[in-house]
């Protein structure tokens, strides 16, 4: 081998030990940043992971706020539906009749409020009915008495199956509309009733 051939083989041998001298940092420095890259990647995951977590817990911490609302919803609403049942309790009107005596085809009968005023907005009719109804007044306050009169339509048809029938509509101090429906059978036998004793002087 001549000296110029050695003398290139050295040269190449140099180039060859310099490469390999130069990949190998560079080796290093992808492998470092490999994993530098994958332990970002771990940090992103975990950073996901928690932000999951925590996504999970505001998402229970609202729902369970929001069924505390709707518990204090229900429980207002029952409250308020409470003190409307108490209001219309409170300023109920109770009304009932009580027939009193009998003159010829007329019939005096008491209304009573054993609760509290009305107001009497209309009287209508029932089928069958053999009476004329007069109520001649429209109100009736707490704890009173008022004289009203049955008339019979027809007082030679009137026998034990007489009925009187009608049905009230009234309203209260609130202006709420409510009804109550009377019907009498034979009124005469049941004004006798209560009255016998009293005629005939027991």
């Known amino acids: ?59 229970e911490i609202l729902k369970n706020q929001v069924d505390i609302l709707k518990e204090e919803q229900d429980f207002l609403k029952q409250q308020n539906e409470l003190s409307l049942s108490q ?40 089928k069958p009915n053999d009476f004329i109804i007069d109520i001649p007044f429209q109100y009736i306050g707490e704890g009173k008495e008022k004289q009203i009169f049955f008339q019979y339509k027809n007082a030679n048809e009137r026998n034990e199956n007489t009925l009187l029938n009608f049905t009230l509509i009234y309203e209260n101090i609130d202006k709420k509309i409510m009804e109550k429906n009377f019907k009498f059978k034979n009124v005469e036998s049941i004004i006798y009733e209560k009255n016998k004793n009293q005629w005939t002087g027991a």
Do not use: C, H
């Open 1 to 59: 081998m001549t000296k110029s051939s050695k003398n290139k083989t050295k040269i190449t041998d140099w180039i060859q030990a310099i490469a390999a001298a130069i990949s190998i940092p560079a080796a290093i420095f992808a492998f470092f940043t490999f994993f530098q890259k994958d332990e970002d990647l771990q940090r992103q995951i975990a950073s996901l992971d928690t932000i999951s977590r925590q996504s999970i817990i505001q998402t």
């Open 87 to 126: 209001r219309l309790t409170e300023i109920e009107p109770k009304l009932i009749i009580e027939l009193d005596k009998y003159n010829g085809d007329v019939i005096y009968a008491n209304l009573i409020n054993n609760g509290k005023i009305a107001k009497i907005i209309k009287i209508v009719e029932n």
